[in-house]
């Protein structure tokens, strides 16, 4: 099943998302539909949250930026229940976007090197270094189970720019080429 994805506007994408254990209903049929969505809209990562679900998980594949960062083509993962340890590291800025705010890109600061422990798919607990984008897509994923996005991080006049952009999003006015769904007052 492919979802649609949730818009800018949305609540539950400004909400601190809820733990799960390995007994929530159709986890492994959620972790595949959540791939398909992904591929579909053509992300390198996708969180819980941007499918209306406020729970604790989200999955990457940073397999398109292989040709920048050669550790990306590996890095396909599920992350469940995560909790971000440390973010260390010389920061860098790298052009973002994010499927719930289609149409915008930003240069974002954030740290080069993460510490992050997590369950996986099976909840077999894993603690993990990660280096590079890889270290980016975590952290932008992350920021989504704690109700934020990335363009939580650029500065107030910047954002105060981007106004006009945001609040047409959050109307349904957007040229996405996937499927998104937009919050109802």
Known sequence: MIYPIVAYG???LKRRAQEID????KLKELIDDMYATMYKSNGVGLAAPQIGLSI???????APFSEDDEQTSKFKEVFINPVML???DAK???NEGCLSV???REDITRCGTIRIKYCDANFVEHEKIFTGIAARIVQHEYDHLEGKLFIDHISPLRRNLLRSKL?????GI???EYKMKFFKK
Request: charged share 30%; net charge negative.
């Open 10 to 12: 949305d609540p539950v």
């Open 22 to 25: 390995k007994n929530y209903p």
């Open 56 to 62: 604790r998980m989200f999955i990457t594949d940073g």
């Open 86 to 88: 440390e973010e260390y």
């Open 92 to 94: 860098w800025k790298f």
């Open 102 to 104: 289609p149409g915008i």
């Open 167 to 171: 609040n047409d999003i959050a109307k």
């Open 174 to 176: 957007t040229d996405a």
